[in-house]
């Protein structure tokens, strides 16, 4: 992809009707309900995007997108930063109200455009919002909380043989047991 930053504004009903695509990074920092979603934005933080614009057999106006970017997260296990690469790929029904929004099939979702003009950048933080994790962790295996766990679980071998006699034992549903097998 290009490193021309992708235009704020443009007009979606000349992009579709010549089947433009669009090509560019948006700034993470320029984002703002974006930047309230993440722990931090890296140095020099950009969302690649690739757009391309189009009508469907049913004449709609439809975009159809990619992009990438990388952003810390906080991790729900430890509560640490960690670095988090998000991906997306959509295809939105541009419309002009929610009535004609509501109308769209269920392989479109829509973007709602006000006038002669789209901005883009919401249409990609909308997107990258939606890309986000709904829990972020890190891998098992990377995650300061997880080792600190396995290090506090109780050990194999005598040790578990005797965990799995006492709870065989102060089982509270082994009553139960004997009352399924009387029918």
């Known amino acids: 992809m290009s490193n021309a930053e992708l235009?704020?504004?443009?007009d979606p009903h000349r992009l579709t009707e010549?089947?433009?695509?669009?090509e560019g990074d948006v700034?993470?920092?320029k984002l703002s309900r974006f930047r309230g979603a993440v722990l931090a934005v890296p140095d020099g933080?950009?969302?690649?995007?690739?757009?391309?614009?189009?009508?469907?057999?049913?004449?709609?106006?439809?975009?159809?997108?990619?992009?990438?970017a990388s952003v810390e997260l906080e991790c729900q296990r430890c509560m640490t930063g960690?670095?988090?690469?998000?991906?997306?790929?959509?295809?939105l029904g541009l419309v002009p109200s929610?009535?004609?929004?509501?109308?769209l099939p269920t392989e479109l979702e829509p973007f709602v455009i006000?006038?002669?003009?789209?901005?883009?950048?919401?249409?990609?933080?909308?997107?990258?919002?939606?890309?986000?994790?709904a829990f972020p962790v890190h891998e098992r295996g990377d995650c300061p909380a997880t080792s600190e766990l396995?290090?506090?679980?109780?050990?194999?071998?005598d040790e578990q043989a005797a965990s799995d006699s006492d709870e065989q034992r102060d089982n509270p549903f082994k009553v139960l047991e004997g009352l399924k097998t009387k029918h």
């Open 114 to 133: 006000d006038g002669d003009r789209v901005d883009l950048w919401t249409l990609v933080e909308d997107e990258l919002l939606l890309a986000l994790p």
């Open 7 to 10: 235009p704020r504004s443009v």
């Open 45 to 68: 933080g950009l969302c690649r995007v690739h757009l391309v614009f189009s009508t469907d057999s049913e004449r709609r106006r439809v975009v159809r997108g990619e992009l990438e």
């Open 27 to 29: 700034p993470l920092v």
């Open 82 to 91: 960690m670095l988090s690469p998000l991906r997306s790929s959509f295809e």
């Open 98 to 103: 929610d009535e004609q929004a509501r109308q």
């Open 150 to 157: 396995e290090a506090l679980e109780p050990g194999s071998g």
């Open 18 to 22: 010549n089947g433009a695509e669009l």
